[in-house]
Nanobody
Framework: QVQLVESGGGLVQPGGSLTLSCAAS????????MGWYRQSPGKERELVAR???????DYAGFAEGRFTISRDGAGNMVYLQMGSLNDEDTAVYYC?????????WGQGTRVTVSS
């Protein structure tokens, strides 16, 4: 069973930055995509950013230019660097691993943007 563990969430002031980490129980290069999603209260879970095994990245419009997804060379970690945060970025952020028709989720890490 694939396990994904997110960390790095917390309280941050508007305009601030935060980096989320996702530790995978197996090599992330085994998956077609690694990604970050988020869910705000009353809203559906939405894609933030994802990276293909080949390194191609996709970003949601709200994340473009402010967020960066990356991975480490050892193959077990995925990161989401977030900047210029605003209150609309308040959400639970989830790490996702996808291979063919299988999709795996972490338990999420909460990000609260507030002064």
């Amino acid at each position: 069973q694939v396990q994904l563990v997110e960390s790095g969430g917390g309280l941050v002031q508007p305009g601030g930055s935060l980096t989320l980490s996702c530790a995978a129980s197996e090599n992330i290069f085994n998956f077609n995509y690694m990604g970050w999603y988020r869910q705000s209260p009353g809203k559906e879970r939405e894609l933030v950013a994802r990276m293909s095994v080949g390194g191609t990245t996709d970003y949601a419009g709200f994340a473009e230019g402010r967020f960066t997804i990356s991975r480490d060379g050892a193959g077990n970690m995925v990161y989401l660097q977030m900047g210029s945060l605003n209150d609309e970025d308040t959400a639970v952020y989830y790490c996702n691993a996808r291979i063919l028709s299988s999709s795996y989720w972490g338990q999420g890490t909460r990000v609260t943007v507030s002064s």
